[in-house]
């Protein structure tokens, strides 16, 4: 069977922005699978109690390291990566989840903005991958799922910064799929909808209405779905639409 029920049992998950709404709904469906999870996102308290909420429903034994990163901290983000293969030895599942959203005018948007929209989108990223994807190399197994946006593909007024930082991690992961695929890595660009997040109310300022917004657990179930694959079909490219687009 390509699609089994234990594939996922006691693989290293790694996942960026794991307490935000889409992160920590990916935490949840993961620990579900019994996968052993290293969470990282800028509050230490948020993901102290997120671990908590894991803890109380899940009645396996699996390993939840947590530790709070400025990502955008170069220094901070190298040795997040070594503490990570220190704990768990190698990473199996990459998830870059964490994402930074900005409505402005390009005339309101400065230089600084751009930088730091592109290095948390886009570098952060890029270095994960090409840290974490040498076991997987090595181990002629893993998954990179990189969390983009319906933005990837498109652009809208007030979001230049965003949608660049996205188009550009498309381009990533179609680059990396293709170089990755031969040691069996599986590298997949997911691309959502708006979603019911704190980032999905900096949505609403461009006039979308919240209410038609995809719920993230959904999303979360559709990504965990995904990786649960491991015979010879692959998603190289997910796109996520809302029934009702306003």
Same mark, same amino acid.
Request: overall charge neutral; aromatic content about 10%; some cysteine.
């Given at each position: ?33 019994? $996968? ?10 948020? !993901? ?20 709070? $990163?400025? *990502? ?10 070594? @503490? ?35 290095? !948390? ?5 890029? %270095?994960?991958?090409?840290? /974490?994807?040498?076991?997987? %190399? @090595?181990?002629?197994?893993?998954? +990179? ?15 230049? +910064? ?13 680059? !990396?799929?293709?170089? *990755? ?21 900096? %949505? #609403? ?12 657990? #959904? %999303? ?8 649960? /694959? ?7 490219? +997910? ?8």
């Amino acid at each position: 069977m390509t699609l089994q029920d234990n594939i996922l049992c006691s693989k290293n998950v790694f996942i960026t922005g794991a307490t935000g709404g889409l992160g920590r709904a990916l935490a949840i469906e993961y620990a579900k699978k019994e $996968c052993n999870l290293f969470l990282t996102g800028r509050c230490s308290f948020k !993901l102290s109690e997120l671990k908590k909420e894991i803890d109380n429903f899940i009645d396996k034994e699996i390993d939840i390291q947590c530790r709070a $990163c400025d *990502l955008r901290d170069e220094s901070a983000l190298y040795s997040l990566i070594k @503490f990570a293969k220190d704990t768990f030895g190698h990473i199996d599942i990459l998830i870059n989840c964490a994402g930074t959203f900005s409505v402005k005018s390009i005339e309101e948007t400065t230089i600084e903005q751009y930088k730091e929209c592109i290095n !948390l989108n886009l570098t952060v990223p890029f %270095v994960l991958i090409k840290e /974490f994807s040498k076991e997987m %190399v @090595f181990n002629k197994w893993g998954q +990179i799922i990189n969390i983009a946006s319906s933005s990837a593909y498109g652009g809208a007024p007030n979001t230049s +910064i965003y949608c660049a930082s996205k188009h550009g991690l498309l381009g990533l992961s179609r680059s !990396l799929y293709k170089e *990755l695929n031969p040691y069996n890595v599986r590298v997949i660009c997911v691309s959502p909808g708006s979603i019911k997040t704190s980032m999905g109310r900096e %949505v #609403e300022k461009l006039g979308q209405d919240f209410d038609t917004f995809i719920e993230p657990t #959904e %999303v979360a179930k559709y990504v965990v779905c995904n990786s649960s /694959f491991n015979g010879n079909m692959i998603s190289e490219e +997910i796109r996520l639409n809302r029934m009702f687009i306003q």
